[in-house]
């Protein structure tokens, strides 16, 4: 089945720096990838995703890019802010069907 | 407004006490899921299922049930719980389309003493 690993588990950047979380994924077959953010005592909740036939793609300060020939796929933080402290966590799909498979996640701390 | 929702929000209980923890989604989404969120561990699926009457394991289905009567509840069961069952839990739910946006719940802070 699907194994997604994520990079680096912790990650501390003075605010303003840009932050970027690395994931690969092993089945080539997977052609949805989304990446969640979650603050303290709160469930998970997307904040963007791409699919397979997607280079890049932006939301204002964030940006995923995804390399379907290296089976990774990244998140971009420009311009960090305190409030995008949280855990933020890659996932991949293969299908409808089948279940969504996390990687175990990356803690950003942002410092004033 | 689409929500999904846990109960309870904190429980302590003790071992063997027999516990079920509810999850309820407005979305009409055929797709729900448990997970379990754990230290350095990320979100670990317990069970899935994909329709009313259709369920299937995750990766660390051992001590928990689950069942699927009403497409929008889907409750996790502990028959006999046991400390190392003691993490955070989340439910979600999904459409099953290829953009499979999850929505989760508010997670389920679980102590087994």
């Known amino acids: 089945g699907e194994n997604v690993e994520q990079h680096p588990s912790t990650l501390s950047v003075q605010e303003g720096d840009s932050a970027v979380i690395k994931c690969t994924y092993s089945d080539s077959a997977s052609n949805y990838f989304p990446w969640y953010k979650q603050e303290l005592g709160k469930g998970p909740q997307l904040i963007i995703d791409?699919?397979?036939?997607?280079g890049e793609k932006k939301d204002q300060r964030i940006a995923v890019t995804l390399n379907k020939t290296a089976k990774h796929f990244s998140l971009h933080i420009t311009e960090t802010q305190p409030e995008d402290s949280a855990v933020y966590f890659c996932a991949a799909l293969t299908s409808g069907n089948t279940p969504l498979v996390f990687g175990k996640g990356t803690r950003l701390s942002v410092i004033a | 407004e689409a929500q999904v929702t846990q109960n309870p929000r904190y429980l302590i209980t003790v071992t063997g006490k027999k516990l079920t923890v509810t999850c309820s989604q407005n979305m009409n989404h055929e797709y729900m899921s448990w997970y379990r969120q754990d230290p350095g561990l990320g979100l670990r699926q317990i069970y899935y299922?994909?329709?009313?009457?259709?369920?299937d394991k995750g990766d660390v289905p051992e001590g928990y049930k689950v069942s699927r009567k009403e497409k929008r509840n889907f409750p996790l069961i502990l028959e006999s719980p046991s400390p190392n069952q003691t993490s955070l839990y989340f439910c979600?739910?999904?459409?099953?389309?290829?953009?499979?946006?999850?929505?989760f719940g508010q997670g389920t802070r679980l102590t087994v003493v």
């Open positions: 791409i699919r397979s036939n997607v």
């Open positions: 299922s994909m329709n009313v009457e259709v369920t």
């Open positions: 979600a739910s999904r459409i099953t389309g290829v953009r499979a946006e999850a929505f």
